[in-house]
């Protein structure tokens, strides 16, 4: 004998039996929360197929639930088109550090190198200012010594410390190898007359020597906390590794 479940037969004949307390308390959550049931599927399906049987006082729920559709797929196509890009965006990147990198190999020397990183890259990356910081024993910052004259306002030396403390003066600063940041009224103290929106900064390690890649753009959203530095890093260990280089044919001791 097949046992019946009494559940199946209520709901052949109309749905399950409920009283007024528990018909007042279903209507009254409905009310204070009607994605109660428009957020869930099953739920909105019954309503659908009971549109078909049930009198006129039931409002038609399909159209509701096609422009409820319609929202979802609006969101679900935006979103793709955010995803492809941003890895169109994260491609050209790539493609841009590449070609910087493949630029600075080509230096033949210091000074060739110091100019490819300084104006040649910020065109080749978009952004609009870079400065190549070196902590030396100075008392202030100035333009480093033993470098083409061109180069003065791009190549700077800075007092012993200054790299750790200039990453401190933002009010967001954040401890790090990389940091991203809009730039406050201490970037003019790198940057000078070039005014700039936002900063990437590299710190470097040269041989034991404390360094800083500073990477400036007039656009307050080139770089941002939030934003990825894998390119970054990668890029201030190409320029750590190609200046210890260069300064090493100068100076074997480097």
Known sequence: MKLQDPSADQAKKGGVELDSEERDLI?????????LVLSDDQVMRALIRATGT???NVVDLRDKLVERLEQ??????HANRSVIAAAYENVASTQ???RAVLQLLDADDLDDFLRRLTQDVPRMVSIDAVRLCLEADVEDIRPAEGVARDLGERVLALPVGMVETYLALHPDARAGRIVLRPSGEESDLLFGF???SSEALLKLDLGGAAGLLAL????PDRFTPEQGTDLLEF??????RLALQH???IDPDV
């Open 27 to 35: 209507r009254s959550l409905i009310l204070a929360d009607p994605e």
């Open 194 to 196: 070039e005014r700039v």
């Open 54 to 56: 049930l009198d006129r």
């Open 216 to 219: 400036g753009s007039t656009d």
């Open 72 to 77: 979802r797929l609006s969101k679900l196509v």
């Open 247 to 249: 300064l090493a044919r």
């Open 235 to 240: 890029f201030a260990g190409v320029v750590a």
């Open 96 to 98: 841009q550090v590449h």
